[in-house]
């Protein structure tokens, strides 16, 4: 799926209209994503899964709009872990840590509301969790 860069006007014209499953304005500092029904309807209509990496409110939002979406947490060992990984990069300043952290905190209050937590140890066996999770509830291509 493409990337659509839009002016706030144009954003904002189609959000008022619904033209997104989801979207949600990130840290509230004026930065509007979301996820446009126009992407995904298509291949849901013809029976295609679909994967969004998305934040816990467009979570909600597609839990409220799509009948039978599967929802899957993927959380750090533990919010000691998020930050030595972060710093470990190398890529953000401090400012840019902090704020993650305090998201990441935020997100882990409201991973109930997800049906599965996954724990993002290793990457592989994340994927295999994930893997089994959805054979386990018959959406396997298998």
Not at 43 to 62: C, M, T
Not at 66 to 79: C, D, E, K, N
Not at 88 to 107: C, D, K
Request: charged share 30%; with cysteine.
């Amino acid at each position: 799926m493409d990337y659509y860069f839009l002016s706030s006007a144009e954003f904002e014209d189609r959000r008022i209209k619904g033209k997104f499953l989801e979207c949600v304005e990130v840290f509230s500092q004026g930065h509007w994503y979301g996820t446009l029904w126009s992407e995904v309807g298509p291949s849901l209509e013809a029976g295609f899964w679909v994967l969004l990496e998305i934040d816990v409110e467009g979570a909600k939002e597609v839990q409220e709009k799509v009948s039978g979406a599967v929802t899957i947490f993927i959380r750090p060992q533990s919010l000691k872990e998020l930050e030595r990984r972060l710093r470990s990069r190398g890529t953000e300043q401090e400012e840019a840590i902090q704020r993650r952290l305090s998201v990441a905190t935020h997100e882990l209050e409201l991973a109930d509301q997800y049906e599965t937590q996954v724990v993002n140890d290793t990457l592989a066996e994340a994927v295999d969790e994930i893997c089994q999770n959805l054979q386990d509830r018959g959406l396997s291509n298998d």
